[in-house]
């Protein structure tokens, strides 16, 4: 079978997901207390509308959105604020939290099933921007946003993205494996939106039991999608790569999906707005995957929103010995973390606990070219490594920085361990800044 992909760049690693891969969700206690940050998502904080010593209810909001590109942040429990104190995000974002003590007996708020097939497109996005859903491919754009349409633009391709090519992380193959029917209804809540004339959903072939699968399932269920097996190559999630491998079409510099007529949604997002059509769910718990060399049960979790990161290690039974490094996210574009108590966020996808590298060296460029050869943007990373290192940040600009997805193919394929991503980031930072 000939399989498509993007054609430009990209790396093959090893997808290491044979760790977790066969390990069915498990729901997770709760812990005694959880960090819920205010910086869930992409674009401007929620505003912390309670106090310490303020009750809180599971799924009441505890912060409004303070912006378009922002989202109101829900309590994933019955509890009580015990402090209001700042944290610092995976991302290295500080912005206020609550630090809510855990109540002993929970309440369920939804258990009823609601009918949403009546609800008008409009109906159905205010419903999704007051559930706080927002992109949970880690990029963390909120949903109701990506799904508003301008007017005069209408959607040819409505994409779903389960790809899921970072290495280790599993989360998005068990929900198509054991919640199918849920994330079809899910697609089904977004395409209600959006209104596209076609869907898709694109997976890696290393998933073909969850391409077969939902492909059986839309069929007998008379949904419109047609389920895309891909090419193993990574960054296939990155949505401008996805938009090239499925409908061939090719996102400008500057430009968004939609001016190529698609809008793209994560597997994980779908499952959520079918939570929140079918029970008004807000998001307030994930599956995240625990992997890694070096913890000692890999896991897929279904954990609440605010969960510390070493609730969930040691849920999975503790670091082993040779453990290094603690990493939020996929070994390519997540962040290493120094400490564990960093609360996990509605993009949190994955966690993992790996030994230390052979070779954790850094060497002088030899320009060999491999960094410009696998850019799927097409960009030349030496050259804009070597402008920001000598403080020329126009002229990486000039070079397409701000194209850059930080999806680390280049430092990947380096033979000499340049920190190229570390510097992409502070180029555009400080580029930002000079204008």
């Not at 126009?394 to 510097?423: F, W």
């Amino acid at each position: 079978m000939k399989l498509a992909t993007f054609r430009r760049g990209g790396v093959h690693p090893a997808d290491r997901k044979q760790l977790s891969k066969e390990k069915r969700i498990e729901r997770m206690p709760l812990p005694e207390e959880l960090i819920v940050s205010m910086s869930e998502h992409l674009g401007a904080p929620a505003v912390l509308t309670k106090k310490k010593g303020d009750t809180v209810t599971k799924g009441e909001v505890i912060g409004t959105a303070s912006g378009y590109i922002s989202a109101d942040v829900h309590s994933p429990v019955d509890g009580v604020v015990k402090e209001i104190r700042k944290v610092r995000a995976q991302s290295g974002a500080v912005a206020d939290a609550a630090v809510i003590a855990v109540d002993d007996v929970q309440s369920d708020p939804w258990g009823e099933e609601h009918d949403w097939k009546g609800m008008s497109g409009e109906d159905l996005l205010d419903l999704v921007r007051s559930m706080g859903i927002v992109g949970m491919g880690g990029a963390t754009f909120p949903t109701a946003v990506k799904l508003t349409i301008p007017m005069g633009k209408s959607v040819d391709a409505l994409i779903i993205n389960g790809v899921e090519c970072e290495p280790y992380l599993t989360s998005d193959y068990r929900l198509m494996i054991e919640h199918p029917d849920e994330v079809l209804e899910g697609v089904m809540v977004a395409a209600a939106i959006v209104n596209p004339k076609r869907i898709i959903i694109g997976i890696e072939a290393n998933k073909m039991d969850a391409v077969s699968l939902l492909s059986s399932k839309a069929l007998s269920s008379g949904y419109p999608i047609t389920v895309m097996p891909l090419k193993m190559k990574y960054p296939q999630g990155d949505e401008k790569q996805l938009i090239k491998a499925t409908i061939g079409r090719e996102v400008p510099s500057g430009k968004l999906p939609l001016d190529t007529g698609a809008v793209v949604c994560n597997l994980g997002t779908c499952f959520a707005l079918y939570e929140a059509a079918v029970y008004h769910k807000p998001l307030v718990e994930r599956v995240i995957t625990v992997s890694g060399e070096s913890i000692a049960e890999p896991k897929n979790i279904l954990a609440p929103i605010g969960t510390k990161f070493s609730d969930l290690i040691a849920y999975c039974g503790g670091e082993k010995d040779d453990a290094v490094s603690v990493v939020a996210g996929g070994p390519m574009m997540g962040f290493a973390i120094s400490d564990e108590d960093t609360p996990m966020v509605k993009g949190s996808g994955g966690l993992l606990v790996l030994p230390g590298l052979v070779d954790d060296f850094s060497a002088p460029c030899v320009l060999c070219g491999k960094c410009v050869q696998h850019c799927p943007m097409g960009l030349q990373p030496n050259r804009m490594f070597r402008n920001i290192k000598y403080g020329n940040y126009q002229a990486a600009i000039d070079l397409g920085l701000m194209d850059c997805k930080e999806c680390g193919c280049c430092a990947y394929t380096c033979p000499s361990h340049l920190p190229l991503v570390q510097g992409f980031k502070l180029g555009k930072k400080l580029g930002r800044k000079k204008k």
